[in-house]
């Protein structure tokens, strides 16, 4: 059995959602300037909002306004609690003003209140995917040491104004995303970066990614200072990276390319970098800037828990010559057992299973898994009942996940705290900015060019979601 407080719910990000993206007194993010893409053709960066492009954050659901609406739906699912994220710059338009908009901050007060009066715990991330864009143009994002300050000022404005609505908190989603410098979008939102021509992007990421630890540890500090009740978690992309063959080359090129994330926890949970972070840095030519009293920062800052999302697993090849082209994730070769979606991602309940035990055993901290979810192109029915879509294969997906957590939680005795779907109504895809690539649990009336009335449609997943939360799991 799962325990009973066991935190099920439905996550979303501000800015795929929210639309509104320049009202009360909110700044252009680093979201803004993404346009839309689709599974053949990347989302465009432009130089700041352009005339005659087509940015689907833009609008997003309308959440902004429409939030009563929606959080009622959740309700009636039976969440428990709801994640979503503060968009930065409602909070502070450019980046770098001394006091807060108090507009913004209103806003979600509003929404925080809504959610607590309908029985919903808010989880919030401080930072998904979306920073002022007044930072990347001014300072050249978390390149620049200057963000630490920038950030910790936001986070005591909202730890401080939500110290009694909100207990949980994200401090970067995921953060490790921009590891695979070859794709600048992960530079643009996990760091707001925008790459200069020939610089070196490991040099450049790396060290961003120090300063995000660093001002990550600070704001663990400051939050426990504010109130001693905040539990504070990191958010990493979590993909179990698993060996082609039993040759011994793939176990170890597995257990390298694994380094890419276990370095980030490693420095969260343990307050330290791990010895192969020296190697890794090396090996990529990059030199970290440190100040005197960053080592004592990370180790006194470390998380109350780990949260990730889990979409997928990889496989890595030790051979040059290995088809790495394959799918879904970059360097990965096909995985002969799985099923994968029409994105091209790995369908792998057991990953799921797997990574949970492997953080548990490394960490024994609890663990939240914060996203999961199946992107899918849904058919619209032609005589619609209860529900509009017949999503059974969105379910089949959530099922599988879902046991596999039991199993992690009930078998192999891993501390999770609670899994909230990914996408639990329709947003803006953030890795093509699609309006396709649906996850709900609710439809959402609009296409990919933005047309559409964003009514609100119950999917069969909906009614099977909340019996599953109403069982406790026991129900799948
Ligand atoms: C994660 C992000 C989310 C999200 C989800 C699904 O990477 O934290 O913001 O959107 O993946 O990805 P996508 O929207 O690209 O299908």
């Known amino acids: 059995m799962l325990p009973d407080n066991f935190l099920w719910g439905g996550a979303v990000a501000a800015h795929q959602l929210e639309g509104a993206y320049r009202e009360g007194g909110r700044g252009i993010s680093t979201s803004d300037i993404l346009t839309s893409g689709n599974a053949q053709t990347p989302r465009q960066i432009t130089d700041g909002v352009q005339p005659g492009c087509y940015y689907p954050n833009h609008e997003g659901i309308d959440f902004y ?3 009563p609406e929606d959080v009622a739906l959740f309700e009636e699912m039976g969440f428990r609690c709801f994640r ?6 409602r ?9 807060p908009n108090e507009e913004g901050l209103a806003f979600y007060d509003r929404l925080f209140d809504e959610l607590r009066a309908h029985g919903m715990e808010p989880v919030v991330t401080l930072c998904h995917f979306e920073l002022p864009y007044g930072l990347a143009m001014k300072y050249g994002g978390f390149r620049n040491r200057k963000l ?16 009694d609505k909100v207990k949980y908190w994200l401090l970067f989603n995921e953060i490790n995303n921009q590891t695979d410098t070859t794709r600048p979008i992960y530079a643009l939102t996990n760091s707001a970066i925008l790459f200069e021509e020939g610089e070196n992007r490991e040099q450049v990421t790396w060290q961003a990614v120090h300063h995000e630890l660093v001002a990550g540890a600070l704001a663990v500090r400051l939050g426990h200072e504010i109130n001693p009740a905040f539990q504070i978690g990191c958010m990493m992309a979590w993909v179990p990276i698993y060996p082609a063959s039993c040759n011994p080359k793939d176990m170890l090129a597995a257990t390298d390319r694994m380094h890419d994330r276990f370095l980030f926890t490693d420095v969260y949970v343990r307050g330290h970098y791990p010895d192969y972070a020296a190697s890794m840095w090396a090996k990529k030519g990059v030199h970290i800037k440190t100040q005197p009293g960053d080592e004592k920062i990370l180790a006194q800052g470390t998380v109350d828990f780990i949260s990730l999302s889990y979409y997928m697993s990889a496989v890595v ?10 799918k879904g994730f970059a360097g990965s070769v096909t995985n002969p057992y799985l099923q994968y979606s029409d994105w091209g991602w790995a369908i792998d309940p057991d990953g799921l299973r797997y990574s949970l035990n492997q953080l548990y055993e490394r960490y024994e901290l609890p663990i939240f898994v914060v996203e999961n979810g199946f992107g899918a ?13 017949e999503d059974d294969y969105r379910i089949a997906y959530l099922r599988a996940h879902i046991q596999a957590v039991k199993q992690a939680v009930e078998v192999d005795r891993v501390n999770v705290m609670g899994y909230t779907v990914w996408g639990c109504i329709d947003v803006v895809s953030f890795g093509t900015g699609e309006f396709s690539k649906r996850y709900g649990f609710i439809y959402v009336d609009k296409d990919d060019q933005g047309n559409g009335t964003l009514q609100r449609a119950k999917k069969k997943s909906f009614y099977w979601y909340q019996k599953v939360i109403a069982t406790n799991g026991e129900e799948l």
């Open 84 to 89: 979503t994220s503060i968009s930065w710059s």
């Open 91 to 99: 909070i502070f338009p450019q980046g770098d003003e001394l006091e």
């Open 148 to 163: 630490i300050d920038f950030y910790l000022r936001y986070c005591e404005a909202v730890f401080r104004r939500y110290k």
């Open 65 to 67: 306004h429409r939030y």
């Open 317 to 326: 090849d030790h051979r040059e010559s290995a088809d790495t082209d394959a």
């Open 377 to 389: 192109y849904d058919q619209l029915m032609n005589t619609p009942g209860d529900y509009v879509v």
